[in-house]
């Protein structure tokens, strides 16, 4: 249980859903639960989490009250709905309900909490390391071959200059390759050019954009092959 | 019904002995006949009457605007909700959904007065809703299972189970 990193708006928004069809995070009166949560949020939830800034503004309303509401703090993983986990960072009620233990000789929860708070140091030590091993790791560049199909307005299209424009076409991530002319009828070729680009900076709407410019040579372009390499 | 609805506010309050009700005409207006000084007639006037006598001045409104809004919605309970129809009940709930949706209670940070009798006054229109209606009105479900759930609230209705977890996800509101 948990709602993630309550610092984060995903956070807020796994509390925003889980508080629609409840008016407090425990039981139907306010208790310790509401204020430990209360305390993990830094600020007041934006206006389009409704339900969590409802919940927020009610539960400030107790602010004067709130040790004597009833109930035991518990860590923040202990609340919320089921299968999110708690990603808070610096579980600030967890340790803090672990000083307000440890005054009590009677320490029912104490070590509780300690186990809690160790294992979650534990995996953030975890979460921690496998960022900075994945942040490590270059970044693979996708790239994708492409064979298009430029056509000609009509025989007497000169298919050199079409090609010429064709391979004028400069851009970061692109490069052309082979080409041939491919008969299609009645003394007409297209022009078939095949080229290399990277999937992030190049697409083939691009491509078709500024080919299809050269409005004098080129009648139509299609992409007969796409591969990803 | 409204009788019901004043022996289990009397309950809630605390009240120890019990007053007698009468009714009066075709709409079966509640009438108190006290000790001293005239009958009392009508569901809010007798409700707020056993507030006073229970010395709960706070289910009335702690603040002037919420004493104002307190009364605004047992104006509503009353005029509105009491003996409405279907088609009525749509409107009300759409009403109350908005309404509900920035707050806990209908008037203020507390329970109050309108909170209970709209809980009493609206359960039947509650009972009558499909699973998915009710998910429509979240922000109505949610306040009316805490009113229910309230400590020593509901008496003499029974419990209407509120599904906590959704069927219907695609639904905005």
């Keep these: 249980m948990g709602f993630g990193d309550l610092k984060s708006t995903s956070g807020l928004v796994v509390l925003n859903d889980f508080l629609s069809e409840r008016s407090y995070i425990e039981g139907f009166v306010p208790s310790q639960a509401d204020v430990a949560v209360f305390e993990a949020i830094s600020k007041p939830p934006s206006a ?38 708690d990603a808070t960072s610096a579980s600030v009620p967890a340790s803090k309900a672990k000083d307000e233990d440890d005054d009590d000789d009677f320490d029912l929860f104490g070590s509780d909490d300690e186990d809690d708070a160790e294992a979650a140091k534990l995996k953030e030590e975890r979460l921690a390391a496998y960022a900075a091993k994945k942040s490590k790791k270059p970044a ?19 298919m050199s200059k079409l090609e010429e424009c064709v391979r004028s076409i400069q851009m970061d991530g692109l490069v052309w390759g082979q080409s041939k002319f491919v008969p299609v009828g ?24 500024k080919i299809t410019a050269f409005e004098d040579f080129v009648q139509s372009m299609d992409v007969a092959a796409f591969n990803k390499i | 019904m409204a009788l019901r609805e004043l022996s289990s506010l009397e309950k809630y309050l605390g009240l120890k002995k019990p007053n007698k009700y ?39 409104g702690e603040s002037a605007e919420s004493r104002a809004v307190v009364q605004q919605w047992l104006e509503y309970t009353v005029t509105k909700v009491n003996g409405s129809t279907r088609e009525d009940a ?40 499909s699973v998915q209606e009710k998910e429509q009105h979240v922000n109505v479900t949610r306040w009316f299972d805490h009113i229910q759930h309230y400590p020593s609230i509901q008496h003499h209705l029974p419990v209407i189970a509120v599904l906590r977890n959704r069927i219907y996800t695609s639904r905005h509101h």
């Design chain 1, 186 to 209: 009645y003394g007409i070729k297209k022009l078939q050019i095949g080229c290399v680009v990277e999937d992030d900076k190049v697409g083939t709407d691009i491509l078709e954009e």
């Design chain 2, 90 to 129: 749509k409107a009300i709930l759409k009403d109350l959904n908005l309404y509900l949706q920035d707050k806990v209670y209908l008037a203020g940070n507390q329970i109050s007065l309108a909170d209970i009798l709209l809980y009493y006054q609206i359960h039947p229109l509650i009972l009558d809703l």
């Design chain 1, 48 to 85: 389009d989490l409704c339900h969590a800034l409802r919940w927020y503004n009610h539960i400030k309303s107790y602010q004067d009250q709130k040790n004597s509401l009833p109930g035991v703090k518990k860590p923040l993983g202990q609340y919320g709905p089921a299968g999110v986990a």
């Design chain 1, 140 to 158: 693979l560049i996708a790239k994708s071959s492409i064979l298009l199909d430029v056509k000609p307005w009509d025989d007497e299209t000169d």
């Design chain 2, 22 to 60: 009468s009714t009066q005409g075709d709409k079966k207006v509640p009438v108190l006949q006290s000790s001293n000084g005239p009958p009392l007639s009508g569901l809010v006037t007798i409700a707020c009457h056993l507030v006073k006598e229970a010395k709960r001045p706070e289910l009335l």
